[in-house]
Nanobody, 130 residues
């Protein structure tokens, strides 16, 4: 079974930086799409970033970001360490949310349907304020 555990959340001032980590177990990285999601107060959960492939061969991989975080956030993974990361730079108050990592068996062409993501972490809180 796939297990995901987030960490690295906390309080940060606007313009600051934070790196979230997601420790993964029970998966083969080349077989899974990986993503970061967030849900702010009174808001629906939204995709922040994802590493994905739409190919059944799982040879062509891409990275996508929500428009609101492009140029500020970076998603990456370290297969050797079984870790997924979200580097958050120039954070804004609107980034305040519970952040979750998730996995989905590749390919994941329907990833925009959040119900297709198989496993979710417990979440880590990020609060951006002065």
């Amino acid at each position: 079974q796939v297990q995901l555990v987030e960490s690295g959340g906390g309080s940060v001032q606007p313009g600051g930086s934070l790196r979230l980590s997601c420790a993964a177990s029970g998966l083969t990285w080349s077989s899974y799409c990986m993503g970061w999601f967030r849900q702010g107060p009174g808001s629906e959960r939204e995709e922040v970033a994802a590493i994905y492939t739409d190919d059944v061969s799982r040879t062509n991989w891409g990275i996508e970001y929500a428009d609101s975080v492009k140029g500020r956030f970076t998603i990456s993974q370290n297969n050797a360490k079984d870790m997924l990361y979200l580097e958050m730079n120039d954070v804004k108050p609107e980034d305040t949310a519970m952040y979750y990592c998730a996995s989905e068996k590749a390919p994941c062409p329907l990833r925009y349907l959040q119900s297709t993501w198989d496993t979710w972490g417990q979440g880590t809180q990020v609060t951006v304020s002065s």
